[in-house]
C-alpha cells in the first residue's frame, strides 16, 4: 500500500499493518487461553506469582449501593426466622461459640475473575439451621444484607452443603467491611454473587425467591460449572 | 537543508496537525484520561469511594471506553479527514531505513518522515488497543453470552493491556513536555521548518517538493 504521493522509489513495508494484527492477535491468544495461563501459573508457582501479574488473583470489589455498609463487632446481629421452630438473633459471639468450620477454595467470579486459595472460616449454615429447628414445609432460605440492596436465597439442600458457611473469617483474619464483614455467606460451590456480603438476616421460607443479582438476569443456581439446575452432581465443587 | 539559527529570515511555518487532528487528538486525550483516571479505582477497589460513588465510576469508565474510537473514526472519515488518512498511511509504511533504525534504536542514519518511527509504533499500539480495549471490555460488560474461560482470558487481557497503557501513555506524555516544539504543533498546529529540517527532514522535502503549499498531494 504505497500511497502514490510519496516520491521515494525506496520500497515500502506495511510495518504498521503488521504490528497492529500483531498486537491485536495477541490479544486474541489471550483472551483464548488466558484462563489456562493463569491456571498453569497458579499451580505452577502458587498464587504469589499469579499475585504479581497484573489482572491475575485479585478481588474486585463490587457493591450494589455504592457504599459499604459498616457495622461494628458488637453491633452485629444475624437475624434467623421464618418457617422455624426457634427464632433466634445471632450475635458474632454466638456465632464465634458455634463449632467452627474453615477450608481454603478458589473464589470464582461469574465476571471471570478468580482468587485461587483463599481461606475461609465460620459456622456452617446447617448448623445455624439445626439450631433453630427448620419445619418440615420449609424449602429455601432467602438471605438479606446490612446494605438493605442486596438479597440471596438457596434451597434448604444447597444450604446444608458442606462448605456453605456464615463467614467471620476470610484470609486468616475477620472479614472486611469491603469484602462483607464482619460476617457474610460463602458458598463455595457457586460463583461469587451468591455469597452475599453483610449477612444481616435469613428467613426460612416455603419457596427459592429470586434474589437481586438473579432479578438482574444471573441464574438462580450459579454452580461453578456452569450449570443452572438445583443440584448439582459435580463432587469436585464441593 | 539546515537553517542556521542566526538567521534573521522569517521563519516558514508548516502544518503538522490540521484543526481535524488536533481535535481528535484532544478528544480521544480526554476519553484515555477519564478512562485511566476511573480504572485506577476500579483496579485497586479499596480507593473506592473516595471521591465518587462506584456506579459512577463504572457507568465513567463504560461510556468512555465505549465513546473512545468515535474521535478517530469522525476524523478518518468524511471530506475533512484528508491530513488523517495520509498520516494513517504515513504510519503505516514503513521504509527499511526506519525498520533499521527501529532495531538499533536510533542510532542508525535515519532521513526522518513525518514521525520518526517510535512515534509511528506509539500511534498503531494506541489504534491497536483501542479496538483490544474495547472488544474485552465489552465482553466484561455483557458477560452472559460468553464462557467463564472466555470471561477470565477477556480479564486478563484486559488488565495487563491496561497496564502497557498506563506506560506508554506516561511515556508519550513525558516526550511531549519535554520537546516543547513538537508539543506547540498538537496545539496550535505548526512547526518551523527549522524543526521540520531538524526532525523530520523527508517530510519537509516532500512538503517544499509539493510546492509550497504545505503537506498537501
Known amino acids: 500500500m504505497t500511497p502514490p504521493e510519496l516520491p521515494e522509489s525506496t520500497k515500502r513495508v506495511a510495518v504498521g499493518r503488521r504490528v497492529f494484527l500483531g498486537v491485536t492477535g495477541l490479544a486474541a491468544l489471550g483472551v483464548a487461553f488466558g484462563a489456562s495461563i493463569q491456571n498453569f501459573l497458579g499451580n505452577a508457582f502458587g498464587s504469589g506469582l499469579g499475585g504479581l501479574l497484573p489482572g491475575g488473583d485479585r478481588f474486585r470489589i463490587y457493591s450494589i449501593t455504592g457504599k459499604y455498609p459498616t457495622i461494628k463487632d458488637s453491633d452485629y446481629r444475624l437475624k434467623v426466622s421464618g418457617l422455624v421452630h426457634h427464632p433466634k438473633t445471632f450475635t458474632l459471639d454466638d456465632l464465634k461459640a458455634m463449632p467452627m468450620t474453615s477450608f481454603t477454595k478458589t473464589f470464582q467470579c461469574v465476571t471471570g475473575w478468580r482468587v485461587p486459595d483463599v481461606h475461609w472460616q465460620g459456622v456452617l449454615l446447617s448448623d445455624i439451621m439445626d439450631a433453630v429447628g427448620i419445619r418440615p414445609e420449609a424449602m429455601a432460605l432467602t438471605f438479606e444484607s446490612y446494605d438493605r440492596a442486596d438479597t440471596e436465597s438457596l434451597t434448604i439442600d444447597q444450604a446444608r452443603l458442606p462448605d456453605v458457611i456464615v463467614a467471620y473469617q476470610m484470609l486468616g483474619a475477620p472479614v472486611t467491611t469491603e469484602h462483607g464483614g464482619p460476617v457474610r455467606l460463602y458458598v463455595a460451590p457457586m460463583f461469587g454473587y451468591k455469597s452475599l456480603k453483610w449477612l444481616s438476616a435469613i428467613r426460612v421460607v416455603h419457596e427459592v425467591q429470586p434474589g437481586f443479582w438473579e432479578q438482574n438476569g444471573y441464574p438462580v443456581n450459579g454452580w461453578l460449572d456452569g450449570t443452572t439446575g438445583p443440584t448439582n452432581p459435580d463432587p469436585s465443587l464441593t | ?217
Not at chain 2, 103 to 131: C, M, Y
Not at chain 2, 183 to 199: P, T
Open chain 2, 1 to 217: 537543508m539546515t537553517v542556521a539559527p542566526t538567521t534573521t529570515r522569517r521563519v516558514a511555518h508548516l502544518m503538522r496537525f490540521d484543526r481535524v487532528q488536533r481535535t481528535a487528538h484532544w478528544a480521544n486525550a480526554a476519553l484515555f484520561g477519564a478512562l485511566i483516571f476511573t480504572a485506577i479505582p476500579l483496579y485497586f477497589g479499596s480507593f473506592f469511594g473516595v471521591v465518587l460513588p462506584r456506579h459512577l465510576i463504572e457507568q465513567i469508565h463504560l461510556w468512555s471506553g465505549l465513546a473512545l474510537p468515535i474521535p478517530i473514526i469522525i476524523s478518518l472519515l468524511g471530506p475533512w479527514g484528508r491530513s488523517m488518512r495520509r498520516d494513517v498511511r504515513r504510519v503505516n509504511a514503513w521504509t527499511r531505513e526506519e525498520i533499521r533504525w527501529l532495531q538499533t534504536r536510533g542510532r542508525s542514519t535515519l532521513e526522518a518522515d513525518k514521525f520518526n518511527p517510535g512515534q509511528k509504533l506509539n500511534a498503531i499500539f494506541i489504534g491497536a488497543v483501542i479496538l483490544v480495549m474495547l472488544v474485552t471490555g465489552s465482553m466484561l460488560q455483557w458477560f452472559r453470552f460468553f464462557s467463564v474461560s472466555l470471561r477470565q482470558g477477556a480479564t486478563f487481557v484486559h488488565d495487563v493491556f491496561a497496564f502497557a497503557i498506563f506506560a506508554v501513555v506516561i511515556g508519550h506524555i513525558f516526550m511531549a513536555v519535554t520537546h516543547r516544539d513538537s508539543l506547540r504543533s498538537i496545539f496550535k498546529g505548526w512547526v518551523s521548518e527549522q524543526w521540520a529540517a531538524a526532525h523530520a527532514s523527508r517530510w519537509l522535502k516532500e512538503s517544499r517538493d509539493a510546492e509550497g503549499s504545505v503537506d498537501s498531494p
